[in-house]
C-alpha cells in the first residue's frame, strides 16, 4: 500500500480558489496514475480529474472543466496539485487523492473511484455563497 496525503482544503467564498496537495510516496516505477475524487454528503463519491505520471496526460469531469487544474510538480516529482478556481457552492465536498500503479489506461479511465488501489484521507473543501 502506498501512503497518500492529501492537503489545502478549506473554507472559500463563492469564486474564490483553492490548491490542494496531494503527496505521493512509494511508488517505485513512474508509471501510475493520480485521480481526484470528491464526495459530498448523501452523494457517491465522483471524480474530478486525473492525471498520468508517465506523460502528465490529464482528464476533468465535464463539471471542473476550465476552472480546475491538475499538475505536478515539476521540482518534487511526488507531489500533486490541483488547483480550483472560480468555486461554486456545488463544489463543497470532501476531497481525495487516489493512485494506481500502472497507470497507462486513458486519463479518463481513471475517474473511476473503482479503478483506484490507494487512497489518502480526505479535505474538506467549503464554498459559501
Known amino acids: 500500500e502506498v501512503p497518500l496525503q492529501a492537503s489545502g482544503g478549506g473554507s472559500v467564498q463563492l469564486g474564490g480558489s483553492l490548491r490542494l496537495s496531494c503527496v505521493v510516496d512509494g511508488f517505485i516505477y513512474d508509471d501510475y496514475a493520480i485521480g481526484w475524487f470528491r464526495q459530498a454528503p448523501g452523494k457517491e463519491r465522483e471524480g474530478v480529474s486525473s492525471?498520468?505520471?508517465?506523460?502528465?496526460?490529464?482528464?476533468y469531469a465535464n463539471s471542473v472543466k476550465g476552472r480546475f487544474t491538475v499538475s505536478r510538480d515539476t521540482a518534487k516529482k511526488t507531489t500533486y496539485y490541483l488547483q480550483m478556481n472560480g468555486l461554486k457552492t456545488e463544489d463543497t465536498a470532501v476531497y481525495y487523492c487516489a493512485a494506481v500503479l500502472p497507470g497507462y489506461e486513458s486519463p479518463s479511465y481513471y475517474l473511476r473511484p473503482d479503478t483506484m488501489e490507494n487512497w489518502g484521507h480526505g479535505t474538506q473543501v467549503t464554498v459559501s455563497s
Open positions: 492525471i498520468r505520471s508517465s506523460d502528465g496526460d490529464v482528464s
